[in-house]
C-alpha cells in the first residue's frame, strides 16, 4: 500500500514538473513564432492553461508531503502536545473529507464533459475531459497523501 | 438565513480555523465548502467541477509557476553574490554603505522575482555574513533587509499583482507597470533614510581588516551587472514595449535565466532538476491558496453576499477618504492575521466592486494593497519577512522587530504620498505601448 503510494507520489510529481517545462517551451515557442518568422502558433495560450491545470493539482500533494503550505503556528505552540495532536488529527480528518467531496464533484464534472463530447472553441478542438482530467486525478492523490499522514499519526499513537 | 450572520459565521469559522493552526487552503476550502451547503444544500457543490476548472484553466495564472521557476534558476546558479558584490562597491560611498546595498540588491532582485519571502531571502542569505563581518549594528541590518525585501512584491514582476489581476481582469502588463515608478521610489524613500541616519548616528564599529581594501577593477563590478540588467530589461521592456504578455515575459525570463546560469553560473542537470521541484513545490503552495480561494469566492457569490456587502458598504455614504481611512485600517487588521496570498485572494473578489463604486482606480487600489500588504509582512505577530530574517541571522525576534519599526513610518507616509499624487502610480501605465 505505502509502496503504491510512493509511487503515485512520484508519478505525479514528475509529470507536473514535465509540465512546468513544457509550459516554457510551448510559449517561448510562440514568441519566437510570432515575433521571429510573423506567425502565430494559435495554441500557446490554450496548452499552457492546460498545463496550468496540470501543474496545479498534480503538484498539491507534493506540497503538501514538502510542508510547504502555510499555517499559523502561534496559538498552536502554546497548546498542551496531546491536545494539539488530537486537533492535528481533526483538522486532517476534515481536510481528507473536504478534498474527497471536491474529489468527487470534480470527477463527476469531468465524466459530464466527455459523456456531453465537450470540444475548446479553438484551433485544436481538444476534448476537454482530457486537460480536465487532472483535477481528479491530482485531488485523488492529495487525499492519499493525507490519508498516509493520517495513517501514519494512527501507528505513531499505536 | 440573515445575509449578515452568514458572513460573520463564513469568516468566523474560517479565523477558527485559521488560528487553530489549518493549514491554509484547507480551511479556506472547508469554509467555502460549509457555506456552499448551508446555501444551497448538495445540489450547490454541482458547480464546483466548473468553478476549478474555469479558474486554473488561465494564461494569467501561468505566469505565477514560470516567474517563480526564473529566479529559482537564477538563485541556484548563484547569481546573487556577484550582484551584491557589484552593487556594494558602487553604492560604498554612500552614508550607510553596506546597508544602502541591501535596499538597491533587494529592488535590482525584485525586478526578477515576485515573492517578498524569496526576496529577503536571497539578499539575506548573502548580505548578513557581509555585515557581521563588517561590523554593521546588527538591528539596523535587519531592518533594511526585511523591508528592502518587501520591494519583491511592489516592482514587476509580482505574484500579488498577477492574482489581483486575475481575479479582477485588471490587465496585469498595466499592473506590473503600475509598480514600477512606486517601488523605485520607495526604494529610494528607503535609502535617504539609512543615509540620513548613518549621518546622524553611525551604523556601523570601525573593525580592522574589513575587506573595504580588496577592491574590485571597474570593469568586474560592471560585468557582473550585465546578465542580471540584460534580464531585467527583456522582462519588463518586453511588457512595456507590447512584444509579450506577462506570461510570455516569465516564460522568456526562464529561457534567458537558463542561458545566463549556464554561460555565468553552474548551471547543471542537478542544479536544474532542484529548481524545477523548488518551483513546483513553492507554486502549488500558492496556487493552492489561489484554488481553494475560487471555491470560497464562489461560495460567496452565490449567496450574493459580495453584493449584499457592496450595498451595506454603499449606505453607510462615507465620503472617499473616509472610505480610504477604514480600508487601511481593515487591511492593517488583516496583515496581523493573514499572509500575503491569502489576503488578496480572500478580500479582493469581496471588495473590490465598492472600490469601483466609489470610483478609486483599480492600478492605485491595487498598488495600494501591495504597499499595505508589505506592512503586515513586516508587523509582528505574522510578518513573514520578519522570520525569515530571524532564520537567517538565528538573532532574536524582538531584535528584527525593533529594527524594522522605522520602516514603518516610511510605508504609511508612502502610503499618504500616492494617495495624495495617483499620477505616481498611474503614469507609466498610461505610457505603455498596447500590443
Known amino acids: 500500500m505505502s509502496a503504491l503510494a510512493r509511487i503515485l507520489f512520484a508519478a505525479s510529481r514528475w509529470a507536473a514538473s514535465t509540465a512546468l517545462i513544457a509550459m516554457v517551451v510551448i510559449v517561448v515557442a510562440e514568441i519566437i513564432a510570432r515575433n521571429v518568422f510573423g506567425v502565430s502558433l494559435q495554441l500557446s495560450e490554450e496548452v499552457a492553461g492546460y498545463l496550468l491545470v496540470a501543474v496545479c493539482f498534480l503538484g498539491f500533494a507534493a506540497s503538501y508531503r514538502g510542508g510547504d503550505l502555510m499555517r499559523i503556528d502561534m496559538i498552536r505552540e502554546l497548546l498542551p502536545e496531546a491536545l494539539r495532536r ?47 482530467l487532472f483535477i481528479p486525478l491530482g485531488l485523488t492523490v492529495l487525499a492519499l497523501a493525507l490519508l498516509c499522514r493520517l495513517l501514519s499519526i494512527a501507528e505513531e499513537a499505536a | 438565513m440573515d445575509w449578515a450572520a452568514q458572513l460573520v459565521l463564513v469568516l468566523g469559522l474560517l479565523l477558527a480555523l485559521l488560528l487553530g493552526g489549518m493549514w491554509l487552503p484547507f480551511a479556506i476550502l472547508i469554509s467555502g465548502l460549509l457555506s456552499i451547503v448551508a446555501v444551497d444544500g448538495w445540489f450547490g457543490l454541482n458547480a464546483l467541477g466548473f468553478v476549478l476548472w474555469g479558474g486554473t484553466n488561465s494564461f494569467t495564472l501561468t505566469g505565477i509557476p514560470l516567474f517563480i521557476l526564473m529566479s529559482e534558476i537564477l538563485l541556484r546558479c548563484g547569481v546573487t553574490v556577484p550582484l551584491y558584490r557589484s552593487l556594494a562597491r558602487i553604492v560604498q560611498p554612500l552614508p550607510g554603505g553596506l546597508l544602502q546595498t541591501n535596499v538597491l540588491a533587494s529592488a535590482l532582485f525584485a525586478a526578477i522575482c515576485g515573492s517578498s519571502v524569496a526576496t529577503a531571502a536571497a539578499i539575506g542569505t548573502v548580505a ?26 511592489l516592482i514587476p514582476p509580482s505574484i500579488p499583482l498577477i492574482l489581483y489581476g ?191 463604486a466609489y470610483g478609486i482606480d483599480p492600478l492605485w487600489f491595487a498598488i495600494a494593497l501591495v504597499i499595505l500588504i508589505e506592512f503586515g509582512q513586516l508587523t509582528p505577530p505574522f510578518g513573514i519577512n520578519l522570520f525569515v530574517i530571524k532564520r537567517i541571522s538565528g538573532a532574536p525576534l524582538g531584535q528584527v522587530v525593533r529594527g524594522t519599526v522605522p520602516y514603518y513610518g516610511l510605508m504609511i507616509g508612502f502610503l499618504l504620498v500616492i494617495t495624495a499624487f495617483p499620477q505616481i502610480v498611474t503614469w507609466l501605465p498610461g505610457m505603455m505601448f498596447e500590443r
Open chain 1, 86 to 132: 488530537g486537533i492535528d488529527v481533526v483538522f486532517d480528518v476534515a481536510a481528507l473529507a473536504a478534498v474527497l467531496v471536491v474529489d468527487y464533484f470534480a470527477a463527476r464534472f469531468v465524466i459530464s464533459s466527455y459523456n456531453r463530447g465537450m470540444l475548446a472553441p479553438t484551433l485544436l478542438e481538444t476534448p476537454l475531459w482530457i486537460p480536465q
Open chain 2, 128 to 153: 548578513l555574513p557581509n555585515l557581521e563581518s563588517h561590523g554593521y549594528d546588527r538591528r539596523a541590518a535587519f531592518g533594511s533587509l526585511a523591508a528592502g525585501g518587501t520591494l519583491g512584491i
Open chain 2, 166 to 356: 486575475s481575479f479582477t481582469e485588471v490587465s496585469v502588463a498595466k499592473l506590473f507597470m503600475a509598480g514600477v515608478v512606486p517601488g523605485i521610489a520607495l526604494a529610494l524613500l528607503f535609502m535617504a533614510y539609512i543615509a540620513v541616519r548613518a549621518l546622524v548616528k553611525p551604523v556601523r564599529k570601525p573593525v580592522e581588516g574589513t575587506g573595504d581594501e580588496v577592491r574590485l577593477p571597474l570593469w568586474r563590478t560592471v560585468a557582473d551587472l550585465v546578465p542580471f540588467t540584460f534580464l531585467m530589461v527583456v522582462v519588463l521592456g518586453g511588457i512595456y514595449f507590447g512584444f509579450a504578455t506577462p506570461t510570455e515575459a516569465a516564460a522568456l525570463g526562464c529561457a534567458f535565466a537558463l542561458v545566463i546560469g549556464a554561460m555565468f553560473g553552474g548551471l547543471n542537470r542537478t542544479v536544474l532538476a532542484q529548481a524545477v521541484e523548488a518551483s513546483l513545490r513553492g507554486s502549488c503552495a500558492i496556487l493552492f491558496i489561489v484554488v481553494a480561494a475560487m471555491v470560497f469566492a464562489f461560495a460567496f457569490e452565490n449567496a450574493s453576499l459580495g453584493t449584499r456587502l457592496t450595498e451595506w458598504l454603499l449606505s453607510f455614504n462615507l465620503d472617499r477618504n473616509a472610505f480610504l481611512a477604514a480600508l487601511l485600517l481593515l487591511y492593517v487588521v488583516l496583515g496581523c492575521l493573514l499572509e500575503s496570498i491569502a489576503m488578496i485572494v480572500i478580500t479582493v473578489p469581496l471588495l473590490f466592486p465598492t472600490v469601483l
